[in-house]
C-alpha cells in the first residue's frame, strides 16, 4: 500500500487540517514510512481472534438515567474564542 | 535546614510531623530552585501563590494532627492535567490561554490530601513524542549532561518536565502520564522512579486524553517507596471516568517490606533486541542477579508477540488520538485561527487545527484517520486489536504460570542528545517506546527504577511488569532492585 498526493490531500480533509499543496508530497513520503513499519502486523495469524475492546475484563458501569449536572452556561463558555449572547460564535453556516 | 527541596516525600512527611520543619520552609526552597533553573525549561507556568497558599492550610492541618500523607508535599503538575484556573494546554498551541473551569479527579485528590501544586511542567504536546521536544514551550532539558560535555540531553518524553523537575530537585515529586512509556521511558532517562499503574487505577478525568485504552497517569518520584505514598493517593474510583476500576486500593507503601523470596520473576527472551547497546544487556542480567541474591526464582519466558507491539501501538494509538483530537475546532475552548473575509466554518476548522496542532501531533491525527477511514479499518484498526488481543494473551499465559513479575530494560539506550534525532524518521523515535509500549498494550503496571549509569555517565534503568492490580507486589519488587542497585548519583549542578 502506497498513499500518493492524493490520498494524503484526502485524508488531511478528512481530519480537517490544512495542509498546503507543496507540502503533500511530504507528508505522502511521511505516511508510507509509517504505515510501512505498519505493514509486519499481516504476519501475524489473526485467525479468529477477537479485536480487543476492553483492556479490563469490565462491563461500563450504567449511571440512573437522571440529571446530574447543568446550570452551568457561563462557566462552558468562558473559555469560548468567540462567545455571544450565550452562544458558541461560529462563521456562518447557513445561507 | 537547607536543601529541603531534596527531601523525598517520606522524610518530609515524617519531618513535617515531628516537627522539624513547615511546608511553607520546604515550598519556598523548592520555589527558590523552580527560579534558578529556567536552563532546564522544566516549569512552564508557575503557581508560586497558590503553593504559598496550600502550604500556609498544610502546615495548620499537620499541627492539628491526622494529617494525609501527602499533606505539605510541594509537587509539580504535568501540564496534561487540567487545574482550575490554571492554564493547561497540554504543550500545544491550539489549548494556548486554556484555564479550566474545573479540577481534574487526580489532582483533587492530591489536594484534599493537603499536597501542594508549584506549578505546570513541560512535556511533548499532546504527550505525544519521546523527548519533549515536540512542546509548544520548546525543549525540556535534562539536568544528567554526558562526562566531559555541556550538550544539552533530553530528559524523555512525554513527561520530560516531570522527569527534569523530580531529578533536578526542584520540586518532591511530580505527575505523569504514560500512554505508550511517558512515565518510565524518561524516569529512566533521568534517575528516578515512576511507575505506571493497572489500566483503570488512577482516573483519567480531567486528563486530556490522547488514546483512552492506553492513557494512565502515575507518580515520578525519587524513591520507589515515595511512588507507593504518591500513587495511593492518586488512586480510587471515580464514577466520571466509565473505566475507572470499582476496586479498594490497597496500602501499597506497608506493601513495600523487602521480602521477595520464592517470587517468580521472569525474563522474556523477546526483549533481547539487536543492537541494543551492551551495557544495557550488563544492566539486565545484574537485575536478575539482584532479585536472586534476594531469594526471587527466576525463570525464563517467552512473550512471543512482543516483535509486534510497536506497530499495533502505531495504529491504535493514532486512531484513538485522531477521534479524542477531533474536540479542537477553534470553537469551544482554546486557540481559533484569524478567518478572512470569505471563509466558512471548514475554513475555520482547518485553519485553526493547521496552526494549532504541532507536526507530529498533526502527523498521528492523520494516520488515526487514515487507518480508521473506510477500506481500511479492517486492514489496520481491526487488525492491530486483535494484535492487542495477542499480546495480552501472551501475559496471561505467563501469569498463569505462577510468574509475579517481569524484569526488562526500562529503555533500549540512554538518553540522546537534544536535537540529535531531528532528522530521523518519526519511526526511529518511536522505538524508544519498545519496552514500555507492551505495558500499555495490556493494560498492565509497569514502574522503572533507576539502577546505573553508562560509560558516558548518563543513568540506566530497569522495568519491571506486574500482574493487574498488584501494584503493591510490584512496588515491593522495585524497592529490591532499588535497594540492591544502590543507584545514589545525583547530576551535577550546572543549571
Known sequence: MSIDKDTAARVAKLARIKVEDDALPALAQEFNAILGFIEELNEVDVEGVEPMTSVTPQRLKRRVDVVNDGDQQAAVLKNAPDAREGFFAVPKVVE | ?495
Open chain 2, 1 to 495: 535546614m537547607t536543601d529541603l527541596n531534596k527531601l523525598t516525600i517520606a522524610d518530609a512527611r515524617d519531618g513535617m510531623r515531628k516537627g522539624d520543619f513547615t511546608s511553607a520552609e520546604i515550598t519556598e526552597a523548592c520555589l527558590t530552585e523552580i527560579d534558578g533553573a529556567s536552563a532546564l525549561n522544566a516549569f512552564v507556568h508557575g503557581t508560586a501563590d497558590m503553593a504559598r497558599e496550600q502550604a500556609a492550610a498544610a502546615d495548620t492541618r499537620i499541627k492539628a494532627g491526622d494529617a494525609p500523607n501527602m499533606c505539605g508535599i510541594p509537587l509539580g503538575i504535568k501540564d496534561l492535567f487540567c487545574t482550575k484556573g490554571v492554564p493547561s494546554q497540554a504543550a500545544s498551541r491550539i489549548l494556548e490561554g486554556f484555564k479550566p473551569e474545573y479540577e481534574s479527579t487526580i489532582t483533587s485528590q492530591l489536594f484534599d490530601a493537603g499536597a501542594v501544586m508549584l506549578g505546570k511542567l513541560n512535556m511533548d504536546e499532546f504527550a505525544m513524542g519521546s523527548s519533549n521536544e515536540t512542546s509548544i514551550y520548546g525543549d525540556a532539558v535534562n539536568p544528567w549532561r554526558r562526562e566531559g560535555s555541556d550538550a544539552k540531553i533530553t530528559p524523555g518524553g512525554s513527561s520530560g518536565g516531570s522527569a527534569s523537575a523530580v531529578a533536578a530537585d526542584l520540586c518532591l515529586a511530580a505527575t505523569g502520564t504514560d500512554t505508550g512509556g511517558s512515565i518510565r521511558q524518561p524516569a529512566a532517562f533521568t534517575g528516578i522512579t515512576g511507575i505506571k499503574p493497572t489500566y483503570g487505577r488512577c482516573s483519567r478525568w480531567g486528563v486530556v486524553a490522547f488514546a483512552s485504552s492506553l492513557d494512565q497517569a502515575g507518580p515520578m518520584t525519587k524513591t520507589v517507596r515515595d511512588s507507593a505514598i504518591m500513587l495511593q493517593a492518586m488512586c480510587g474510583f471515580d464514577p466520571k471516568d466509565s473505566t475507572s476500576a470499582d476496586l479498594a486500593v490497597p496500602d501499597f507503601e506497608a506493601a513495600i517490606t523487602g521480602d521477595i523470596r520464592g517470587k517468580k520473576i521472569g525474563i522474556p527472551k523477546e526483549y533481547h533486541m539487536d543492537g541494543m547497546p551492551a551495557e544495557i544487556e550488563a544492566l539486565w542480567a545484574d537485575g536478575r542477579a539482584m532479585l536472586k541474591d534476594a531469594g526471587a526464582e527466576i525463570v525464563d519466558i517467552s512473550l512471543p508477540h512482543t516483535k509486534y507491539a510497536l506497530a499495533a501501538y502505531y495504529v491504535i494509538a493514532p486512531a484513538e488520538a485522531s477521534s479524542n483530537l477531533a474536540r479542537y475546532d477553534g470553537v469551544r475552548y482554546g486557540h481559533r485561527a484569524t478567518l478572512g473575509a470569505g471563509d466558512a466554518i471548514d475554513d475555520m476548522y482547518e485553519k485553526t487545527r493547521a496552526e494549532g496542532f504541532g507536526a507530529e501531533v498533526q502527523r498521528r491525527v492523520m494516520i488515526g484517520t487514515y487507518v480508521l477511514s473506510a477500506g481500511f479499518y479492517d486492514a489496520y484498526y481491526n487488525r492491530a486489536r486483535r494484535v492487542r488481543t495477542l499480546i495480552k494473551q501472551d501475559f496471561e499465559n505467563v501469569f498463569n504460570a505462577g510468574v509475579d513479575a517481569i524484569l526488562t530494560p526500562a529503555t533500549p539506550s540512554a538518553a540522546f542528545g537534544l536535537g540529535e534525532m531531528k532528522n530521523a524518521d518519526p519511526v526511529q523515535m518511536y522505538l524508544n517506546d519498545v519496552f514500555t509500549v507492551t505495558v500499555n498494550m495490556a493494560g498492565l503496571p509497569g514502574v522503572a527504577v533507576p539502577a546505573g549509569l553508562d560509560k558516558q555517565g548518563l543513568p540506566l534503568g530497569l522495568q519491571l511488569i506486574g500482574r493487574p492490580w498488584e501494584e503493591g507486589d510490584l512496588l515491593n519488587s522495585a524497592a529490591v532492585l532499588e535497594q540492591a542497585a544502590g543507584f545514589v548519583s545525583k547530576p551535577a549542578k550546572w543549571w
